[in-house]
Nanobody, 128 residues
């Protein structure tokens, strides 16, 4: 079955960096788009970024453009989210997700898109 496991979260000061990893198994991950979502306390889950399998470009939320970079290593079945210049408002639990159907990231432009498969999440806290 589809499994996604996130790692790399932690506590970082404002302006710092973290790299999140999402290890995928149970499906041919490099055939499909995989994305990152986040949920802060008291807020709804929001899409942060997505990487396709080459079918179109990546997606970034406006709030992270220019600071976050998504990439994938298909040989390792792993998707990364490099987060630079972190801000306190980036504090959230970060989840990777996929529906193992879509190859591109256009669905991430919709507020109602909700993939079928999710990891357990990794906490990112940005605080001085």
């Amino acid at each position: 079955q589809v499994q996604l496991v996130e790692s790399g979260g932690g506590l970082v000061q404002p302006g710092g960096s973290l790299r999140l990893s999402c290890s995928a198994s149970g499906f041919t991950s490099d055939d499909y788009a995989i994305g990152w979502f986040r949920q802060a306390p008291g807020k709804e889950r929001e899409a942060v970024s997505c990487i396709s399998n080459g079918f179109g470009g990546p997606y970034y939320a406006d709030s992270v453009k220019g600071r976050f970079t998504i990439s994938r290593d298909n040989a390792k079945d792993t998707v990364y989210l490099q987060m630079n210049n972190l801000k306190p408002e980036d504090t959230a639990v970060y989840y990777c997700a996929t529906d193992a159907i879509l190859r591109g990231c256009s669905a991430y432009n919709s507020d109602t898109y909700y993939p079928d498969y999710w990891g357990q999440g990794t906490q990112v806290t940005v605080s001085s």
